[in-house]
């Protein structure tokens, strides 16, 4: 081993002890929690193991390590490991890089473990601030691990092995050095810890470089930080773009994504053996696994029981029949043909969408409001307040959100703000083609603050009771 001076530097020595240390066999792992006592750690609160379990029994509380091995996690990059329990009402964290404010609160990287007072809606695994998840990857009162993994302005975290956030960001979202921390906001649910540890990994020769910030990139994390859910409900696999290359592009624009497959007639499933081989392909992607129902005749094509294996079922008012038996497919102009009669048309389409309201165990309208190319220049004259009025108070009736749609920029500003006023809830959803026009959800962002919506406003699904437990039976089987 050459000696430091005799032409290699301080840092290339002790990456060098370091990979010759790996190849001995000693992985470098540092044990923070001994599975007995909070030795090295210290803080407000009170904290207590018991069962080989630490956790707060006194709140709110914050724990910072202190350990001897401080100062070799404190700078650098490094990993962290940890297994815990996080029982039902959760409000604890993980920090990293951690300083210890003028309160004695920790700040810094805040990884949220079950929800957090300051973001309601974030699951566990969420880089506060900066990455939300809005889908429960883990079941309260289960055993789980949680890894990450800090390279320079790179953070990424994994739970039970699986990637839930990849953010790269600037030196100024991105702390230099703190050390290791743990919070909870009321210790009567405080997360069990029941093993921490950590390594300092080889600094990288390659960086990982931050995207540019572009409006909609800030946008994105200014209504994230307001409690907006951050989340595109209406994405497609189609034309080549595959579940991998979809994921990494909501990790990069910091949108969970909702997956979907169409389901109906002539669509790409139209059983429940096609719908459940769609679910399992999404198995372990970091996604809402969504069916768009397609056409009125779903409901006889599949059973309560595949429907129910969905996080969320979305449909649109653009298929249906008329009062003579025609099926119109409306966005098909030789199948809508002319519209002799608009205000008979326009009277067909509202009883349609609010039947569908009404009957199908719907979550979520998409592409709302949609008119063909026929008439669609008269929108705001055709969707009178009477007709709008309708579709919104069958929408509230029947807790059905509505969504903003980013490809048909709908509904309209005007509409938008009746449906607010009358407690609609909303999404964002793309309803892309394929990989070139999976946007950023850009009409919903402009439509928050045009619209004046806030986070009350939003539905996020799984945090309550889902339509096909509320009308299932309007399913065969």
């Not at 956030?165 to 906001?185: K, M, N």
């Not at 749609?405 to 006023?421: E, H, V």
Request: charged fraction near 25%; include cysteine.
């Amino acid at each position: 081993m050459p000696m430091v001076g005799a032409g290699i530097s301080r840092r290339a020595f002790a990456m060098a002890v370091t990979a010759l240390a790996l190849r001995a066999g000693d992985d470098g792992w540092i044990d923070l929690f001994d599975g007995g006592s909070s030795r090295g750690w210290a803080g407000n609160g009170v904290w207590k193991v018991s069962s080989g379990a630490l956790a707060a029994v006194r709140g709110p509380a914050d724990f910072f390590y202190q350990g001897h091995d401080k100062q070799r996690l404190s700078s650098g990059d490094f990993e962290l490991e940890a297994d815990l329990i996080t029982p039902p009402g959760c409000q604890s964290a993980l920090w990293l890089r951690a300083s210890r404010s003028a309160e004695g609160s920790p700040t810094g990287l805040r990884i949220c473990l079950g929800r957090s007072a300051a973001a309601p809606h974030a699951r566990t695994g969420s880089l506060e601030s900066l990455r939300y998840l809005y889908k429960p990857f883990i079941t309260d009162g289960k055993r789980f691990r949680i890894q990450v993994a800090v390279r320079a302005q790179t953070v990424q975290v994994r739970l039970n092995g699986m990637m839930v956030v990849s953010y790269t960001g600037s030196e100024t979202s991105i702390p230099s050095s703190g050390t290791i921390a743990l919070s909870t906001e009321s210790a009567d649910a405080s997360a069990q810890f029941l093993r921490v540890r950590a390594r300092p990994l080889p600094e990288e020769s390659s960086r990982v470089v931050a995207a540019p910030e572009d409006d909609v990139a800030r946008h994105i994390l200014e209504l994230g930080r307001r409690n907006i859910p951050m989340a595109d409900l209406h994405v497609h696999l189609k034309s080549g773009l595959t579940a991998e290359l979809a994921i990494g592009k909501s990790m990069r624009d910091g949108l969970e994504y909702g997956i979907a497959v169409n389901c109906g007639a002539g669509n790409a499933a139209q059983n429940d053996q096609e719908a459940m081989q769609f679910i399992e392909s999404l198995q372990g992607q970091p996604c809402f696994v969504a069916m768009q129902a397609e056409g009125r005749e779903w409901t006889q094509m599949f059973t309560r029981e595949a429907a129910a294996r969905f996080d969320y079922i979305f449909t649109d008012s653009m298929t249906w029949s008329d009062n003579r038996g025609k099926r119109m497919r409306l966005w098909m102009p030789e199948e809508v043909g002319t519209i002799s009669n608009v205000q008979e048309f326009m009277d067909t389409l509202v009883d349609r969408t609010v039947g569908i309201l009404e009957r199908e165990p719907i979550d979520i309208y998409v592409n709302p409001t949609y008119l063909p190319d026929q008439i669609a220049a008269q929108y705001e004259q055709l969707w009178t307040e009477s007709r709008r009025r309708r579709v919104i108070q069958a929408a509230v009736r029947n807790r059905v959100a509505i969504e903003l749609n980013t490809r048909r920029s709908l509904p309209s500003p005007s509409f938008i703000r009746m449906a607010k006023a009358g407690g609609a809830k909303f999404t964002f959803g793309t309803n892309n083609a394929g990989p070139e026009d999976l946007a950023r959800c850009e009409y919903g962002l402009r439509m928050v603050d045009e619209c004046g919506l806030t986070a009350d406003d939003f539905f996020v699904p799984l945090e309550s009771e889902k339509a096909i437990d509320r009308k299932g039976a309007a399913l065969k089987g």
